[in-house]
């Protein structure tokens, strides 16, 4: 898959099929996420493949502790319903994801040494993005998912993650349900500025508020 049709077209996919993921594809997975770059090509990401039943599960009932944490307003589905159609379908889906983890075939926990970069995170969510590329081209779907998370330090816990380490990032992975892309973005000439903060790029307005994505997919 070509490289652009890979970025129009990743976007979160929070619903899976009950396929596990062969040992093979989770490598290139990883493999393809640690060609991005690091801050001092420190390197210092760590993995932490997931795919036991009953961690899955444990992580799945943290997540719900946080959906009901961080989303009171949608605890029943008729608030969810009256939402606009995106705002609905995304919401759907991360309630969706947060009930149903524990029967994802995969999550990848990303970590990195704490405390080491002057942008935490930023050596690794290049690698995150490399990784969710990667499963888009091989017919894989995920997003980042950091729900378990919220509310406890229970992964860590879980994992054996040392003190020295930091999560970053749950990203679970799995053949999706749904279609992938296409993205919904603000186009690029409300994002983009041409020499100064606030100065209209001429070019960028003449181009299609959707986009070029048409050309690749
Ligand atoms: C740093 C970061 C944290 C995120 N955390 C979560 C999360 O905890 N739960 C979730 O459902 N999605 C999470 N996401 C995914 C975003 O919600 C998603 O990419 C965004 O809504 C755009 O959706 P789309 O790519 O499907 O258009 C996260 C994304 C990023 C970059």
Known sequence: MDVFEAMYTSRALRRFKPDPVPEDVIFQLIDAGIRAPTGHNSQDWRFVVVTDASSKQKM????ERAWRLAFPAYQDAGSIDALPRTQRLSIAGVRDLAFSLGSVPLIVIVCGLRGKHSSPGG??????????????????G???????LVGGNEVYELL???ESNEIYACVPIGYPVDRPGPLARKPVKKVTYLERF??????????????????WT
């Open 60 to 63: 799945q009932e943290w997540s």
């Open 123 to 140: 050596s690794h969510f290049p690698a995150i993005q490399n990784m969710l590329l990667a499963a888009r081209a091989l017919g894989l």
């Open 142 to 148: 995920g997003s980042i998912f950091n729900l378990p």
């Open 160 to 162: 054996e993650i040392p």
């Open 198 to 215: 606030g100065e209209p790029w001429p070019y960028a307005q003449e181009q299609p508020d959707e986009g070029w994505g048409g050309k």
